[in-house]
Antibody
Framework: EVQLVESGGGLVKPGGSLRLSCAASGFTFSSYSMNWVRQAPGKGLEWVSSISSSSSYIYYADSVKGRFTISRDNAKNSLYLQMNSLRAEDTAVYYC???????????????WGQGTLVTVSS | SYELTQPPSVSVSPGQTARITCSGDALPKKYAYWYQQKSGQAPVLVIYEDSKRPSGIPERFSGSSSGTMATLTISGAQVEDEADYYCYSTDSSGTQRVFGGGTKLTVL
């Protein structure tokens, strides 16, 4: 069974930093791209960042570019999100999701982890 | 930046057909996908590549796409289908991944 388990969320002050982790199991992690998607309280889903299987391709949403860094360790079956210069508007549940590439041009997220809550507040 | 537009809410009675739309300029060239999110849970994929249904998703869920609009159809909606539904696609370059604002489906 594919499992994605996020950790590292918590309360942080504006301007602070936090590192999220996602532990993957049940599939060949090194063969899949991975993603972070977030959801502010009571709001919709927002894609944050994607990283290819070998880390060769990395993409960010404009809202986090320059502040967040996505990375992965295929030996540890783990995905990370380093979040710096955090703002109140970064408050959200952060989901880790496996990327699935179908027939070009096709890419989607499946499955998702249960998420970890990040709260940015003084 | 690229946007996908959904109606905020749709309401149907049990057994009726619910249709949720998603509009976006790149949809003629890019696939649409649909996620179901029940309260307090992670999103679940219900339709991929416009109209394909993952294993385990009931047959009452179907998808279609024409021009700049994609549609999720739930034929014979059930109370357990009450959830938020999000469409997802990419911009024309394929590098920006975008969700629609979400549609709250009420079945009562």
């Amino acid at each position: 069974e594919v499992q994605l388990v996020e950790s590292g969320g918590g309360l942080v002050k504006p301007g602070g930093s936090l590192r999220l982790s996602c532990a993957a199991s049940g599939f060949t992690f090194s063969s899949y791209s991975m993603n972070w998607v977030r959801q502010a309280p009571g709001k919709g889903l927002e894609w944050v960042s994607s990283i290819s299987s070998s880390s060769s391709y990395i993409y960010y949403a404009d809202s986090v570019k320059g502040r967040f860094t996505i990375s992965r360790d295929n030996a540890k079956n783990s995905l990370y999100l380093q979040m710096n210069s955090l703002r109140a508007e970064d408050t959200a549940v952060y989901y880790c999701a496996r990327g699935v590439a179908g027939s070009s041009p096709s890419y989607w997220f499946d499955p998702w982890g249960q998420g970890t809550l990040v709260t940015v507040s003084s | 930046s690229y946007e996908l537009t959904q109606p905020p809410s749709v309401s149907v009675s049990p057994g009726q057909t619910a249709r949720i739309t998603c509009s976006g300029d790149a949809l003629p060239k890019k696939y649409a996908y649909w996620y179901q999110q029940k309260s307090g849970q992670a999103p679940v994929l219900v339709i991929y590549e416009d109209s394909k249904r993952p294993s385990g998703i009931p047959e009452r869920f179907s998808g279609s796409s024409s021009g700049t609009m994609a549609t999720l159809t739930i034929s014979g909606a059930q109370v357990e289908d009450e959830a938020d539904y999000y469409c997802y696609s990419t911009d024309s370059s394929g590098t920006q991944r975008v969700f629609g604002g979400g549609t709250k489906l009420t079945v009562l």
